[in-house]
């Protein structure tokens, strides 16, 4: 009976279309339009599946239906850009297509969503579908809903994670241990990889350290770095990299690391949602591809940070432990102050030149910056057995090697040398003073970084802030507060007229 | 601070962009595209609302970001249909383009996910969105899902039911009682409404009746009663219709009545999800509309019907009592025998064929329709405090007097007196005989679907099934099952070879 039912299917439920190059992407999901009257002959509803058939080749994507003959008429087919490339298409081609099952996807998604666990194959079909774009932004919303509502379990996130890994691409580097660190958003300035991995590195351990770019502020690590070197590598590259500088500071983006994750997290933005179990199995996951064996995790905590008080802290700070036993990591999470900017450049290269100035020890180097990326190389080398960590750490700075091994990574990122003098910052500036003495109380880390990427950052690497003045230290009135800086002059008075209007530094 | 903020906004975070008609829907969402650089400018990510100006007249939709200059270069915004028609755009037209913000039901939507309780104002606000297409896909997946897992209290259904029929056409009659009835679908023929309509009419109540069209079956009642009358009309036309003969049969699409349903329901189909509160207020919600007071609910129950079982059909007859009971209607539940086809009839004109042997009393009349529609008609009349129901409906049929008033409707419907003989039915048919003789004991009403819509219904309305036998018949070997007809040769051939194959009656 199945059998039959199959073949009739190969014979009966097909078409020939030409294909119209729809000369857009879908932003992911393999989606092609077709024709009313083309979809009522094979009873197609929007969002069913076609397989389409281009010699021998072929690709599952969802239905969409135009109800008018306008631009995708009977006897057509509109293709997206995934598609088009999948299948290597061009205008007026002939395919054929024919009906196609949903996704096994689909089922696990509605368990979900119905309140029961998923199995290690169920995980890893649903992760397999999404980074192959098998599923439609709907159906990967319900999934994400799914695990909001009802929390995955520990288990259920182990095998997340580990799907998501599966699913990507890997960095093997057969050795032990492996550092890596990842600090929890939110905090502008805050450019503790560049500090910690030149440190860990010129000490003999190996840190593979991929970072992201800015999505919702001024500079991610990525576009920092980008202003002293190269930072888009494949991961053949950054292999023969890390063994040759012990450490690097790539992009991450461009590694197809987990693949799922940023397709996960593109749907949970509209409604800024943070599934706690995708959040974990998302940093883990990404920790994963690239071999770590020890992992220093920061979680910064404050009124404007992501975590916002010590129970949210030790709560996820418990749960990156047991999820760490379970991969057998070694995991350290740190709760740190995240009140505040870490730093006193704010943007791109206002940030390289605190890091070059930190690393050379000039006097103009951000204090809060470097005490805070020692205690984190400290408790790096307490994880991997070494004691009075802070101190080595300290002496590595001081020694210069760590200078020197930054420059070998900038180096063998194809980047050269560069006096922190000579990165360039924007040509306008302007200074916001205090309009009263006092002790600085409160920094508006929201407003930090909306003034920042008003003034142009990240894109104008050298837009941004600078800040003189932190929680704690005293201002007098007429004293400046902060410096915005930006490379044009349209954004630089909008940036000016909203710094001017917002109380961004609170002073009593 | 909040009106400074604001007036900022209005004066620094804004764009001018010339109009690309992309020439194509959204398919609902208001949806724009904007190049990467403009984005970024503005601080823009995917899923983001900007509020386009076009002279006085404004629309704020939701962004998608173009990676490429291809389609979308700097400086333009790509417009798809529903933007295109609300603002009235055309290529090469100069809009300007500010941030806007998230729709506020968007807080809403994360509420209820978290599990509480949404309010009166609330729920009217998603609505709203939902009616006005202020919601992406993803943020009313988000919504489906919250619904689903955190299933609505009585309260939330009825406020969801009553902000439906707000945010939509409402047609006020100013009578009592108005009567309706609705079947939970899911079984073929069954086109009850065209018979207990005309009774319900001749016997002097009003019965402003709104059908669907078919979506996975082979024939909805407006596709069969379009066989014999125009079925689209604008509410105002219906009320006319209505108030002149008693009663109409029209299709519920075009009448714009509590249109959020039909947007929910467009999500809910990937994943085959039925919120049971969104079913409630969907069926609730459209006989609100139309001012109905005493309403019938037939639930059909079968192996292959929507309602499997007795514990699921006794939950839906609950909940439907309480929700009517608080809408102030006066709701009766019946649970009817879902196991097979009701009627002869598959596909629009054999339906509507059927429908006038029965209101004609002609011998082939399929006495099954009969039978139910007359127990229908005897549970409205006991409704309205009418004893002896099912005589005095017989009795309206024998004389004739149910048929006159089918001719009015269809006549006020602007259709024209025909006999049934002179409906125009496929004119390929081949019959399906019984391979061995004994009792038929089970129909499958899917694949008696499946062929009818293969044979050309409902879009060929002279295609479909004509069944001869029903469960408990007795039938002999060679003895004609049931007749396929279809209009196109082609898909004829189709609808026979599926029906050849497969298993449609199990005879024993």
């Known amino acids: 009976m199945k059998t039959k039912k199959l073949k009739l299917k190969n014979i009966f439920d097909k078409m020939k279309l030409k294909v119209k190059d729809m000369d857009i992407s879908s932003g992911g999901p393999l989606v092609a339009v077709i024709n009313r009257k083309d979809a009522s002959m094979l009873d197609l509803h929007v969002m069913d599946r076609i397989k389409i058939k281009k010699g021998s080749k072929f690709e599952t994507v969802v239905v969409d239906i135009a109800q008018s003959s306008k631009v995708v008429p009977k006897g057509t087919i509109g293709v997206f850009e995934e598609v088009l490339n999948s299948l290597k298409l061009k205008n007026n081609d002939k395919v054929e297509i024919t009906?196609?099952?949903?996704?096994?996807?689909?089922?696990?998604?509605?368990?979900?969503?119905?309140?029961?666990?998923?199995?290690?194959?169920?995980?890893?079909?649903?992760?397999?579908?999404?980074?192959?774009?098998?599923?439609?932004?709907?159906?990967?919303?319900?999934?994400?809903?799914?695990?909001?509502?009802?929390?995955?379990?520990?288990e259920e996130t182990i095998l997340l994670t580990k799907a998501m890994v599966k699913h990507g691409s890997v960095l093997s580097l057969?050795?032990?241990?492996?550092?890596?660190?990842?600090?929890?958003?939110?905090?502008?300035?805050?450019?503790?990889?560049?500090?910690?991995?030149?440190?860990?590195?010129?000490?003999?351990?190996?840190?593979?350290?991929?970072?992201?770019?800015?999505?919702?502020?001024?500079?991610?690590?990525?576009?920092?770095?980008?202003?002293?070197?190269n930072v888009i590598f494949p991961i053949s590259k950054m292999k023969e990299i890390v063994l040759k500088a012990n450490g690097c500071i790539v992009w991450g983006g461009s590694l197809n690391l987990a693949p799922a994750d940023d397709k996960i997290i593109a749907v949970e933005r509209p409604l800024e949602i943070d599934a706690e179990s995708q959040l974990l199995a998302s940093i883990m996951a990404k920790k994963h591809s690239v071999?770590?064996?020890?992992?220093?995790?920061?979680?910064?905590?404050?009124?404007?940070?992501?975590?916002?008080?010590?129970?949210?802290?030790?709560?996820l700070k418990s749960e990156f432990e047991k999820i760490g036993r379970r991969l057998r990591k070694h995991i350290k999470v740190i709760i740190t102050d995240g009140r505040q900017p870490i730093g006193n450049g704010i943007g791109p290269c206002l940030e390289a030149r605190d890091v070059l100035w930190l690393l050379k020890r000039d006097p103009r180097r951000p204090l809060d910056l470097e005490k805070k990326?020692?205690?984190?190389?400290?408790?790096?080398?307490?994880?991997?057995?070494?004691?009075?960590?802070?101190k080595k750490a300290l002496g590595i700075l001081d020694s210069g090697k760590a200078y020197q091994k930054m420059v070998e990574i900038i180096k063998a990122q194809n980047g050269k040398e560069i006096a922190a003098e000579d990165i360039r910052i924007g040509r306008f500036s302007y200074d916001v003073v205090s309009a009263k003495g006092g002790e600085v109380v409160e920094i508006?880390?929201?407003?930090?970084?909306?003034?920042?990427?008003?003034?142009?950052?990240?894109?104008?690497?050298?837009?941004?802030?600078?800040?003189?003045?932190?929680?704690?230290?005293r201002v007098k009135r007429g004293e400046k507060l902060f410096t915005i800086y930006s490379e044009s002059k349209h954004e630089f008075e909008y940036a000016k007229d909203v710094a001017k209007s917002e109380k961004v530094f609170v002073v009593r």
């Not at 990240?458 to 704690?472: A, N, Q, T």
């Open 444 to 473: 508006d880390n929201k407003f930090i970084s909306r003034i920042a990427r008003i003034a142009g950052a990240p894109h104008d690497k050298g837009s941004g802030l600078y800040i003189y003045k932190h929680i704690g230290d």
């Open 373 to 390: 990326c020692l205690m984190m190389c400290a408790n790096i080398f307490s994880m991997v057995g070494i004691k009075n960590g802070y």
């Open 174 to 229: 057969n050795k032990y241990p492996v550092i890596d660190k990842h600090s929890i958003g939110g905090i502008p300035g805050n450019r503790t990889t560049m500090v910690v991995v030149p440190i860990i590195a010129a000490a003999g351990y190996i840190m593979p350290k991929t970072s992201s770019r800015s999505i919702t502020s001024p500079a991610g690590t990525a576009d920092t770095m980008e202003v002293l070197a």
């Open 291 to 315: 071999s770590s064996t020890h992992i220093l995790i920061d979680v910064p905590m404050g009124k404007y940070a992501k975590v916002k008080n010590r129970v949210e802290a030790l709560k």
């Open 99 to 154: 009906i196609a099952r949903k996704p096994l996807s689909i089922d696990y998604i509605k368990k979900k969503l119905d309140g029961q666990r998923l199995n290690k194959n169920e995980i890893d079909q649903i992760v397999w579908d999404i980074v192959h774009n098998k599923l439609s932004a709907v159906e990967l919303t319900y999934f994400v809903a799914a695990c909001y509502t009802n929390v995955m379990s520990i």
